[in-house]
């Protein structure tokens, strides 16, 4: 089965901190995605990775940046955390091809003081 | 972008019954998904399914790619079916990996 590891299920910041969201995928996928989920709104697309060191923009990027140094590890970073960044963020993997079945970690609960 | 309506936004029903969800897209797709969101929040995967139809245990889905739509079908539902069910679709003329997701059907089965 495909396992894909957010680092932290909870976490709580301070308006200003950097924060880091980690993702880890053990099925050596080439795609790797980020996503934030609010009420109302779904899932939206913040940035994704097709290869070590590749990235797209997706449909929300500002306020955010990836890296991607490892195949299985992408990680999204706030560098300066803002209170409307408060949200679910999810990462997802899947193969190369640019098609095939997406697969999500838990999620990680951001609360921005 | 491609847009992905489902409905019903909201559903609720007695433990037993039996449930279509549906999912419409507006363009042309190469890949579309089912997932449930658990409580905790974790989409867990019910069905990869671009065109026709598969089953899983009480869940069935099929996809019409020339029509624009995909349903899920749920059978003798169970309290643990309850959650949201999101449908993503990935248009064929809006590049690899940008896969659109509809805002989901909220599902409660109550016992």
């Known amino acids: 089965d495909v396992k894909v590891t957010q680092s932290s299920r909870y976490l709580v910041k301070r308006t200003g901190e950097k924060v880091f969201l980690e993702c880890v995928q053990d099925m050596d996928h080439e795609n790797m995605f980020w996503y934030r989920q609010d009420p109302g709104l779904g899932l939206r697309l913040i940035y994704f990775s097709y290869d070590v060191k590749m990235k797209e923009k997706g449909d929300i990027p500002e306020g955010y940046s990836v890296s991607r140094e490892k195949k299985e590890r992408f990680s999204l970073i706030l560098e300066s955390a803002s209170t409307n960044q408060t949200s679910m963020y999810l990462c997802a993997s899947r193969g190369g091809g640019g098609t095939g079945e997406l697969f999500f970690g838990e999620g990680s609960r951001l609360t921005v003081l | 972008g491609i847009q992905v309506e489902q409905s019903p936004p909201d559903l609720i029903l007695q433990e037993g019954a039996n449930s279509t969800l549906r999912c419409n897209f507006s363009?042309?797709?190469?890949?579309l998904q089912w997932f449930h969101q658990n409580p905790w929040g974790q989409l867990i995967n019910l069905f990869y399914i671009p065109s026709g139809t598969k089953q899983n245990g009480r869940l069935s889905a099929t996809t019409v790619a020339t029509e624009r739509y995909s349903l899920l079908y749920i059978s003798s539902s169970q309290t643990t079916d309850s959650g949201v069910y999101f449908c993503?679709?990935?248009?064929?003329?809006?590049?690899?990996?940008?896969?659109?997701f509809g805002k989901g059907n909220q599902v409660v089965v109550i016992p």
């Open positions: 993503a679709v990935e248009s064929i003329y809006y590049g690899n990996n940008r896969l659109a």
């Open positions: 363009d042309s797709v190469n890949n």
